[in-house]
């Protein structure tokens, strides 16, 4: 592996250049199968989530008073500060960051597609690492399911469901796929947002610019799962963690996996001669 690679680049970089000609021909279908994918493979992830559900619903009310006492402990726990303050400057307001918890979806499509128009090597390997990350992310709703701070007015945290109250109606039992509604940790509201902010980041030719757009996002998407009352920002913490551990797998698993299996390598002498 090229030692100068970095976790977020393949071990043959391309920089990203605006597609021309053939190129840019030949890249429409190719966007539109990957927009398929992604939207199959989220109804698969909600599919799988759904079935972590706990049957026992005091076991993720019980990990959200652990949460909040936590929080309290270390004198951090602001979130319902922070979202009384944003209901007093005005419905405009709270119904902004509601759209950008309910609609963010259309954000991370844009951010994917935008790299694999600009910088396709890049956007493959960084497939990968998004494909792992969700691998990561589905199970720690089995392992650690936490009640939303939206639920525990009845346990003595007054928080608000902003969008049961302001919409639009997230939480909507007449999708595809329901939602299970005790998934808070990790909020991957936030590590995806910061994810395909990273894909932008990859697809612009000023670094900087790209860092400022990476900033930009995951903060913005930290505030809003506060404010509108889904996440703790601890939970924030572990959505960060799953897409640092994915791009830390992705960056150490042999690239591109299949081709590098030890039964599909090539021999030096077997490769000059397909070389001719």
């Known amino acids: 592996m090229n030692p100068d690679q970095t976790f977020l680049t393949p071990p043959h970089d391309e920089p990203p250049s605006i597609p ?43 990990h959200a008073r652990d949460v909040l006492h936590l929080e309290e402990k270390l004198g951090l726990m602001f979130e319902l500060d922070l979202q009384r303050w944003v209901l007093d400057q005005g419905d405009w307001l709270i119904k902004s960051f509601n759209n950008v918890y309910a609609y963010y979806m259309w954000g991370f499509h844009f951010g994917m597609l935008f790299l694999a128009f600009m910088a396709p090597v890049r956007y493959r390997y960084m497939r990968r690492a998004f494909f792992i990350s969700m691998a990561i992310a589905t199970p720690m709703y089995l392992i650690y399911p936490l009640a939303p701070p939206r639920f525990m007015d009845p346990h003595g945290w007054p928080f608000i469901d902003t969008l049961a109250v302001y919409g639009p109606n997230y939480f909507s039992d007449s999708g595809l796929v ?25 697809g612009v030719p000023n670094r900087k610019f790209g860092a400022a757009i990476v900033v930009f996002f995951a903060t913005l998407i930290t505030f809003t799962v506060m404010i509108t009352g889904n996440h703790y920002w601890l939970d ?41």
Request: proline share 7%; glycine share 6%.
């Open 20 to 62: 021309i000609g053939s190129r840019l021909l030949k890249s429409i279908p190719y966007l539109l199968s990957q927009f398929v994918l992604y939207l199959v493979m989220f109804q698969v992830y909600k599919m799988a989530r759904k079935q972590f559900i706990p049957p026992d619903e005091s076991i993720a009310y019980g």
């Open 178 to 202: 329901t939602a299970n509604r005790f998934a808070a940790m990790p909020s991957m509201h936030v590590g995806w947002t910061t994810f395909f902010a990273i894909c932008i980041m990859l």
């Open 236 to 276: 924030a913490l572990g959505g960060w963690a799953v897409i640092t551990v994915a791009i830390i797998i992705n960056r150490y698993v042999p690239y591109p996996f299949l081709k590098n299996l030890p039964w599909r390598r090539q021999s030096p002498e077997v490769a000059q001669e397909a070389g001719g």
